[in-house]
C-alpha cells in the first residue's frame, strides 16, 4: 500500500484523478505512521519514508516487492537488497540517510527464512530424518505453512507425493511424522485449493489416511485436504463415512480414526452427512459416551497426562456432537439461524452442561462410576467445547446464565492441570476476539489460583488486556464489573457472614489490581452502585446476596482510594447499561428505595475493611521493596512524595507543604551559617531532599503494620535522645527572661552579621520584612535581643544548632531520617 500510494502521488501528473491523490494520501500518511512506530524515532523514520515516498524511483520500489515476494528465491532477495543499497547511495538527492530507516524495514518484510529456496532441504530432510532432525523439519514445515503458505506453492507437488507414498493400509500404518505434513498441506489447501494437486492417486491416498491413519489426527487433516480441494468431494465424502460407520464397535478396525474421520465431516461437510446424523448419534452417544469401561481404582491418580484408548474415544465422541452443532449451515435470516440452532443444540449443550454439573461423570449406574482422570479430562474438554461453541455470536446464546455461572466453577476446579487448561483457553480465545466479553467475568476467579505459575501469568494477561482496553478507548474490562459481582453472588461459597465475606474482599481487589485506574475508577464505582438498582435475573430468591456483594464493592473501592491516595470523582458519563438476564428490573419504587438506603454489611465488618484491603495489596508492593537499598530503611514510615511538592502519608491523605515552606523561609531570613542539625526543624526540607533523590523507595513503608512502626519510633527516640529534649524546651513562647550567655558559635555568627553589613550599607532595610525588633537588635549587635524578640521557629532552630555544636553530631542529614512528627507518630 506505501508503494502504490507513493506511485499514485508522485509518479503520475494527471490533473483528472484528485479524488484517487487524496485517497491515496490518506493512505499514504496511515503507513507512514505505521511504519514509524516501529522504529526507535518515529519522527525521523516518518521524515525518511516521505523522502523516499517523494524520491520515487521505479526501480527501488520494484526492488522492495523482489524481496517480499513469496516467489523470490533467496538469491534473488539478498541481491535485491544489495542493490536498493547501492542505488541509494549513488543517488544525487542525498538519499543516504533515509537508508538508516528503510533497510531495517525492508529486512523486516523480506521473506528471509521462510524462504522457497529452504523448502526442498526441510522437506528432504523430514523424509530421511538426517542427523536426527527428521521432527524438527517437520515442524519448521508446519510453521511455513501457518506464517507462509505461499511459499509452498512450487513444492507443493513434492510434498503432496511424498504423503502418497505415505498411504496407509489395513496392514500397513503410516510414518508417525506424516500428521505434520499431512497438516502442512491442509492449511495450504484450505487457502489455496486449486493449487493442490488434482490426481487420482493423491485424494486415494488421502481416503487412507482418513479411513486408517494413525494418529487419529491424521484422519482429520486429510479430510480437510479432501473437503478443501478435491473436484469430487462428495464421492470421497459418501465413501469414507460409509466406512466410518459400518459395523462400528469399541475396539473395531481403526475405529479411533473411525471417530476422528466423523467429527471432522461433521464440521466440514455437515450437509453431505446430515442423512446419516441419527447413526452417528448412535454412535458417539450409545456406543462410546454412555458406557463405562474404565473403572474408578483408589490407586489411580486424579490426573493421567497419557490418554488410554477409551478416553480417546469419549473425547472424539464429545467433538462430533459439538462439530454437527457448529457446521451447521444456517439461514442467512436471523430469525431462521436461531431456529435452525435451536432444533439442534439443545442435546449438546444438555450433555456438555451435565458434564460440569456431574464433575466429569456420565455413567449413570453409582456401583460402576468411571475412573477418576476420566472425570477430569472429560469436565475440561466439555468446558473447553462450551467455549469453542460461544465464538458463534448465534449459538453463544445458548450457554443459559445459570449454566454460566456453572461453568465458572472449573476455574477453582480442584486439580491444577483442568483450571490451567482451563484459562489457557479463556487466554486464546479472549486474546483473538472470538469470545464474547462476559467470559473476562470468569478469569478474575483465579485470585486464589494456588499455582504461583498461573495466578502470574494469568494477572499478567489481565493488566496487558486492561492497557489495551484503555488505549482503544473500549470499557469491556469496566463493564464486566457487573457479570462478575453477579458470580460473586452465586458464588458456592458465598455466606452473608463477616468472616466469609473477608475472601470476597480479595476477589474485588484482584479485580481492582488488575484493572483499576484512577481514570476508570469513577466507572467501576458506578456499576458496582447500579448493581443495587436491580434485582437478580437467575433467582429473585438470591436478591440479597448481589447487594451484599454491591455494597462490599462499594467499599472496597473507596478503601482502594484511599490506600493509593486517589482522588475518586463523580462519574458524569452515560449510565452503565447492566446485562440482561443476570439482572432484572424491581419492582415497585418503594422496594428500589428502600434497597438503595440499607446498607448491607455488618457494621463489625465496615470498620475492619481498610485493614482487609491494605493487607490485599501487600503482597505485590513486598516484591517491589526486596530490591530497595538499606538506606532507604531510615525513612519515615507511610510517607510519599506526591505530585507537585506534596507529601502523602501511609493512608494516602495529603499533608499541606505549606508547614514546609515556612520553616524553610524562617531559616533563610536569619542569615545566620551555622551547621546543619539533623532535628525536628529542618525535617520538611531535608525530607523533600530525599524523597525526591530516593522516590522509587517510598513506596515500601506504609506497607509494615503498627507494631513494626511502634518498634521504629522507639528506636528513633534511642537515637534522638539528648537532641530532642532541647528542642521540646525551645518549642515555648519566647518570654522575657534574659538568655544565657552567647556560645562561641553565636559570638562567631554576630561579628559575621556585622562585617557583611558594613559591606552591604544600605542593603540591610531589606531584611526588615523579618520583623522590626530583630532587624534592629542585629544592628545595635545585641545578640540577647535577637534570642528574645526572634519568632518562634527561628529561636528553636539557633538553639538546636547550638546544641549541635557542643555534642559535635556529624552533619549526617542525607542518610538519616528525621524523627516522626506528632500526626506521623
Not at 199 to 223: L, N, S, V
Not at 502 to 508: G, H, L, R, S, T
Request: net charge neutral.
Amino acid at each position: 500500500q506505501y508503494l502504490k500510494a507513493s506511485t499514485t502521488l508522485y509518479g503520475t501528473a494527471n490533473e483528472d484523478e484528485e479524488t484517487d491523490e487524496k485517497t491515496s494520501k490518506k493512505e499514504l500518511e496511515t503507513m507512514i505512521a505505521a511504519f514509524s512506530r516501529m522504529m526507535p524515532d518515529p519522527v525521523i523514520a516518518a521524515d525518511h519514508l516521505k523522502k523516499f515516498a517523494r524520491f520515487h524511483d521505479r526501480r527501488s520500489f520494484q526492488l522492495i516487492r523482489f524481496c517480499y515476494s513469496p516467489d523470490s528465491d533467496y538469491r534473488k532477495v539478498v541481491k535485491a537488497m544489495k542493490e536498493l543499497t547501492k542505488r541509494l547511495e549513488e543517488a544525487s538527492s542525498g538519499m543516504v540517510p533515509v537508508l538508516e530507516t528503510l533497510l531495517p524495514l525492508v529486512r523486516s518484510l523480506s521473506v528471509l527464512v521462510n524462504n522457497r529456496s529452504h523448502v526442498p532441504a526441510i522437506l528432504a530432510i523430514s523424509q530421511t530424518d538426517e542427523k536426527g532432525l527428521g521432527t524438527a523439519a517437520h515442524e519448521v514445515l508446519k510453521e511455513i505453512s501457518s506464517n507462509a503458505p505461499e511459499v509452498f506453492r512450487v513444492h507443493m507437488r513434492e510434498l503432496c507425493d511424498n504423503l502418497r507414498k505415505q498411504a496407509p493400509t489395513t496392514t500397513a500404518s503410516n510414518q508417525p511424522n506424516a500428521v505434520i505434513d499431512l497438516k502442512t498441506v491442509a492449511g495450504f489447501a484450505t487457502r489455496f485449493p486449486k493449487d493442490v494437486p488434482q490426481d487420482r492417486e493423491f485424494y486415494k491416498a488421502m481416503t487412507a489416511f482418513a479411513k486408517y491413519g494413525t494418529p487419529p489426527t491424521a484422519a482429520k487433516h486429510a479430510i480437510t485436504i479432501i473437503v478443501a480441494a478435491a473436484d469430487k468431494r462428495e464421492m470421497y465424502v459418501n465413501d469414507i463415512i460409509s466406512y466410518a460407520l459400518t459395523d462400528f464397535d469399541f475396539g473395531a478396525e481403526c475405529f479411533l480414526s473411525r471417530l476422528a474421520a466423523i467429527s471432522q465431516l461433521r464440521l466440514v461437510a455437515n450437509k453431505e452427512t446430515e442423512e446419516h446424523a441419527d447413526e452417528i448419534m448412535d454412535v458417539a452417544v450409545g456406543k462410546i459416551l454412555g458406557q463405562a469401561r474404565t473403572l474408578d481404582d483408589d490407586s489411580e491418580p486424579a490426573w493421567k497426562n497419557e490418554i488410554d484408548d477409551d478416553l480417546c474415544a469419549k473425547l472424539w465422541a464429545l467433538k462430533i456432537l459439538v462439530n454437527g452443532l457448529r457446521g451447521l449451515k444456517t439461514s442467512t435470516d436471523q430469525q431462521e439461524a436461531l431456529q435452525e440452532i435451536n432444533a439442534v443444540a439443545g442435546n449438546v449443550y444438555k450433555l456438555l452442561n451435565t458434564l460440569i454439573h456431574t464433575h466429569g461423570e456420565l455413567s449413570r449406574g453409582k456401583d460402576a462410576p468411571t475412573a477418576k482422570h476420566h472425570h477430569a479430562h472429560l469436565r475440561l474438554a466439555a468446558a473447553n467445547q462450551l467455549l469453542k461453541l460461544s465464538r458463534n455470536r448465534l449459538i453463544d446464546p445458548q450457554l443459559r446464565p445459570g449454566d454460566f455461572n456453572s461453568l465458572a466453577r472449573i476455574a477453582q476446579d480442584p486439580l491444577p492441570e483442568v483450571r490451567g487448561g482451563f484459562v489457557k483457553t479463556l487466554k486464546k480465545y479472549l486474546g483473538q476476539g472470538r469470545l464474547p466479553p462476559r467470559f473476562y467475568g470468569i478469569i478474575f476467579l483465579y485470585a486464589f489460583e494456588p499455582q504461583p505459575p498461573i495466578l502470574a501469568s494469568t494477572t499478567t494477561w489481565l493488566k496487558a488486556r486492561a492497557a489495551l482496553s484503555a488505549k482503544a478507548g473500549d470499557n469491556a474490562m469496566e463493564n464486566v464489573f457487573s457479570r462478575f459481582l453477579s458470580l460473586l453472588a452465586h458464588h458456592h461459597d458465598f455466606s452473608p457472614a463477616a468472616r466469609d465475606l473477608k475472601d470476597f474482599v480479595e476477589y474485588i481487589v484482584f479485580y481492582l489490581k488488575t484493572v483499576a485506574t484512577e481514570a476508570n475508577l469513577p466507572l467501576i464505582y458506578h456499576i458496582a452502585q447500579r448493581v443495587k438498582s436491580v434485582q437478580n435475573g437467575i433467582d429473585p430468591e438470591k436478591s440479597e446476596n448481589l447487594y451484599i456483594i454491591s455494597d462490599l464493592a462499594e467499599a472496597v473501592i473507596r478503601a482502594f482510594q484511599d490506600v493509593h491516595g486517589w482522588s475518586l470523582q463523580l462519574y458524569s458519563g452515560p449510565k452503565a447499561r447492566l446485562p440482561m438476564g443476570i439482572f432484572a428490573p424491581i419492582p415497585g419504587h418503594a422496594r428500589a428505595q428502600e434497597i438503595a438506603e440499607r446498607n448491607y454489611l455488618p457494621k463489625e465488618f465496615a470498620e475492619d475493611l481498610e485493614e482487609m484491603v491494605r493487607g490485599s495489596l501487600k503482597p505485590s508492593k513486598k516484591r517491589k521493596s526486596d530490591g530497595s537499598s538499606k538506606q532507604a530503611g531510615k525513612r519515615v514510615k507511610g510517607e510519599k512524595q506526591a505530585k507537585g511538592g506534596a507529601v502523602e502519608d501511609g493512608m494516602g491523605k495529603e499533608k499541606k507543604k505549606s508547614a514546609v515552606r515556612k520553616v524553610a523561609a524562617a531559616k533563610t531570613a536569619k542569615g545566620v551559617k551555622t551547621p546543619r542539625k539533623r532535628g525536628a526543624v529542618d525535617a520538611g526540607d531535608s525530607s523533600v531532599m530525599r524523597k525526591s533523590a530516593r522516590q522509587s523507595g517510598a513506596r515500601n513503608y506504609a506497607e509494615q503494620d503498627d507494631s513494626e512502626d511502634d518498634e521504629e519510633m522507639a528506636e528513633w527516640d534511642r537515637e534522638s535522645e539528648g537532641v530532642d529534649g532541647e528542642d521540646e524546651e525551645s518549642s515555648t513562647p519566647p518570654t522575657s527572661d534574659p538568655t544565657p550567655a552567647p556560645m562561641p558559635v553565636e559570638e562567631e555568627a554576630r561579628k559575621e552579621i556585622e562585617e557583611r553589613e558594613e559591606e552591604e550599607g544600605n542593603k540591610k532595610t531589606a531584611r526588615k520584612p523579618v520583623g522590626k525588633g530583630r532587624a534592629k537588635a542585629v544592628g545595635k549587635g545585641k545578640p540577647k535581643a535577637v534570642a528574645s524578640k526572634a519568632p518562634q521557629r527561628s529561636t528553636r532552630a539557633t538553639k538546636s544548632k547550638k546544641e549541635k555544636d557542643v555534642l559535635d553530631f556529624p552533619s549526617d542529614s542525607e542518610d538519616l531520617s528525621d524523627p516522626p512528627s506528632e500526626m506521623e507518630a
